[in-house]
């Protein structure tokens, strides 16, 4: 399996806060059946206003780690260097003077949990016209989509592929996220998963049981789609498959729920 979204780079960012805890992460991963993972560290408009100097200085030393980290335990996984880089005024810096993206085209791009900006549609215009193409990152988790689900249907139109968070679908951040995942899932709203993995507690690494989740509900085609094929693609830097859907929540009238009732 392909892990699309993690923070196992030691002293980066709110994740793994030494190269102890990295290790015990990379060990969980590989136990857990993943071959490749993709760092993502926060990147906030904190971490560059004043230069990108530091913060990409920060990045090569942690991976400059994980690697011998690696290398001197013989694990057997990949490792390639990215971002979750937050919504902000310096997107267009970031994307002159910085290596971000997945596959030279994906740009993980997270938005505020409490607000989303009005003009999205003009934002992903701009990024997919100089050949960037935004994966959310956890829309699951916005309060303004699991609000309104169906604000989610424009970016799915622009073809930008939604990534969720395993913890949600499993139930470990929270009821409201838990319950918009689900409907992505039913909608076939979700394009790949990710750990989103912190440290070894609160947020640690569930991607078996994350796939076996999928695959249970959803077969293992969708499964390996998920958490294999549709990763691989955003790592080549190819086209993920990404339907227009319907995410209008579903209300059954009294008439309808009774109804239903007398079905069963
Ligand atoms: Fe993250």
Redesign the pocket.
């Known amino acids: 399996m392909i892990d699309i ?3 196992m780079l030691p002293a980066v960012d709110d994740g793994a806060n030494s190269p102890e805890v990295s290790l015990a992460m990379l060990q969980e991963a590989v136990r857990q059946g993943v071959e490749h993972l993709v760092m ?1 560290p ?1 990147l906030y408009e904190s971490d560059i206003i004043i230069s990108t100097d530091d913060w990409t200085k920060r990045i090569a030393e942690g991976s400059r780690i994980l690697d011998s980290l690696i290398s001197e335990h013989k694990l057997p996984i990949k490792i390639s260097i990215a971002a ?1 880089v937050h919504f902000q005024d310096l997107l267009s810096v970031i994307l002159e003077e910085m290596d971000v993206l997945i596959g030279g085209k994906y740009l993980l791009l ?1 938005f505020s949990f409490v607000y989303v900006p009005d003009n999205i549609e003009k934002i992903i215009f701009e990024l997919t016209s100089k050949g960037v193409l935004p994966l959310i ?2 829309p699951e988790r916005i309060k303004p989509w699991q609000r309104d689900p169906q604000r989610l249907e424009e970016l799915i139109n622009l073809g930008c592929p939604l990534q969720v968070d395993i913890g949600s679908f499993l139930g470990t951040l929270g009821a409201a996220a838990e319950k918009l995942s689900h409907l992505l899932f039913e909608r076939y709203a979700v394009h790949v998963v990710g750990s ?1 993995s ?1 440290n070894m507690g609160s947020r640690a690494l569930y991607t078996k049981p994350g796939y076996d989740w999928i695959t249970e509900r959803y077969g293992d085609e969708q499964a390996n789609l998920l958490l294999n094929i549709n990763p691989a693609r955003i790592l080549a830097g190819e086209n993920v498959v990404v339907y227009p859907v319907d995410l209008k929540p579903i209300h059954f009238s009294l008439k309808e729920k009774i109804l239903n009732i007398i079905k069963i």
């Open positions: 979204h993690n923070h993502t926060h979750e997270e990152a956890h989103d912190h």
